[in-house]
């Protein structure tokens, strides 16, 4: 979803759960994830738009902003 469409929510995301167009708050400041790639060890290499990357470890825990389409019919 792009363009500002949906609501912004707040979610839990780790390694596993990160998606393009996340946006993180790391040291108080936002990042927007542009492209990730899959490291050894459950790792993920985010890339931001703002030229920045971050590893993610799959232990790591962090509060991410994503856009929902609230019309999207979730599955269990």
Known sequence: ???????????EVDAGTVRLGDQLVIGGQVFTVRDMMVLPHGR???????????????????????RVDPRRRRLP
């Open 44 to 66: 993920k290499r985010l890339d931001f738009g703002s030229g920045e990357s971050f590893t993610l470890r799959g232990t790591t825990v962090l509060w991410a902003a994503r």
């Open 1 to 11: 979803m792009s363009g500002g469409r949906g609501v912004l929510v707040s979610v």
